[in-house]
């Protein structure tokens, strides 16, 4: 049975996100859904259940929840944020108006999203998106197919490095 999707957290989450990016110009709609993504699925997999359970779909830049469009909609019509467009076609970047009340996500969530901001901030759109198709997730549907929290549970693919170690281990014994 999939998790059921608390609205409420994912618009938090998505203030969240975008007040703790709110100076970065390059910390768009690419990584804000990575964030998320990250962000759901890790709490999946530590505690058994996702932070706000949004659904999630394979997409051609890596994993993607549908419904951000309408919440960023939401939220620059509420007033609570303004939308600014970048030169990089659908890159868009939201702006939020105030520090956001988050009381529906826990200190730790926050912790982990602050930690993840500062995984993807030095990367580009480009590279936030190649890095997400590594995950089993993305890997293991196709486009437009929701990715399966259950994926969380996989683990992710070794590194090069790490298979080029494997191969070496194996050769010699």
Excluded: C
Excluded at 10 to 32: C, I, N, Q, S
Excluded at 52 to 79: I, N, R
Excluded at 146 to 154: C, D, F, G, Q
């Amino acid at each position: 049975m999939a998790p059921e999707f608390d609205a409420d957290r994912f618009r938090e989450l998505v203030l969240y996100v975008a007040w703790r990016t709110r100076d970065d110009p390059h910390f768009g709609r690419v990584k804000m859904a990575k964030t998320l993504f990250y962000t759901d699925f890790h709490a999946y997999a530590a505690e058994g259940q996702a932070v706000t359970a949004a659904k999630y779909e394979h997409w051609q830049y890596g994993p993607f929840p549908p419904v951000l469009y309408e919440v960023e909609k939401e939220l620059v019509k509420s007033g609570l944020a303004n939308e600014l467009r970048s030169g990089d076609g659908d890159e868009a970047k939201l702006i939020v108006t105030r520090e956001p009340a988050t009381p529906h996500i826990e200190a730790w969530h926050r912790e982990f999203v602050d930690i993840k901001i500062k995984e993807l901030a030095p990367l580009t759109a480009v590279q936030v998106s190649a890095d997400s198709h590594d995950h089993p997730g993305w890997d293991l549907t196709a486009d437009r197919e929701e990715i399966p929290y259950a994926a969380a549970l996989i683990p992710t693919k070794p590194s090069a490095q790490v298979m080029a170690i494997a191969r070496r281990v194996e050769q010699a014994s």
